[in-house]
C-alpha cells in the first residue's frame, strides 16, 4: 500500500485545514487508516483512525474539532481539522494497516500560527 498525505500549510490560530491522503497498491487489504502528528521534540500520537465499518476514534486534544473520514474503497481519507490552535503544529502522516502490516506515507507539515 502506497500512502500520498497533503493538504498541510500555514493557517492562522482559529481557522481550518482539511487533509487528505491518497492510497493505491493493494488497498483492498486495509482494515484501519489513521492520522498521526508529530511535533518537534515530542513523540509520533495518534490523532484520528477509522476502522472498515466506519467507527472513529479521536485523541483528546482533538475532539469535537477534527474529523475523519474515508471514501468507501479505502483509496483515500481525510482529516477536517477546525479551530486549530498553536499546540496542533505538527508533520501529519497519515498511515494504514491490515492484518499483518502497517503502511505509512510521508508527512504533511500543519503550521498554526498568527
Known amino acids: 500500500v502506497q500512502l500520498q498525505a497533503f493538504g498541510g500549510g500555514l493557517v492562522e490560530p482559529g481557522g481550518s485545514l482539511r487533509l487528505s491522503c491518497a492510497a493505491s497498491?493493494?488497498?483492498?487489504?486495509?482494515?484501519?487508516m489513521n492520522w498521526y502528528r508529530q511535533a518537534p521534540g515530542k513523540q509520533r500520537e495518534l490523532v484520528a483512525s477509522i476502522i472498515t465499518d466506519g467507527t472513529t476514534n479521536y485523541a483528546e486534544s482533538v475532539k469535537g474539532r477534527f474529523t475523519i473520514s474515508r471514501n468507501p474503497n479505502w483509496n483515500a481519507i481525510y482529516l477536517q481539522m477546525n479551530s486549530l490552535k498553536p499546540e496542533d503544529t505538527a508533520v501529519y502522516y497519515c498511515?494504514?494497516?491490515?492484518?499483518?502490516?502497517?503502511?505509512w506515507g510521508q508527512g504533511t507539515q500543519v503550521t498554526v500560527s498568527s
Open positions: 497498491g493493494s488497498i483492498f487489504s486495509i482494515t484501519q
Open positions: 498511515n494504514a494497516a491490515n492484518r499483518l502490516y502497517s503502511f
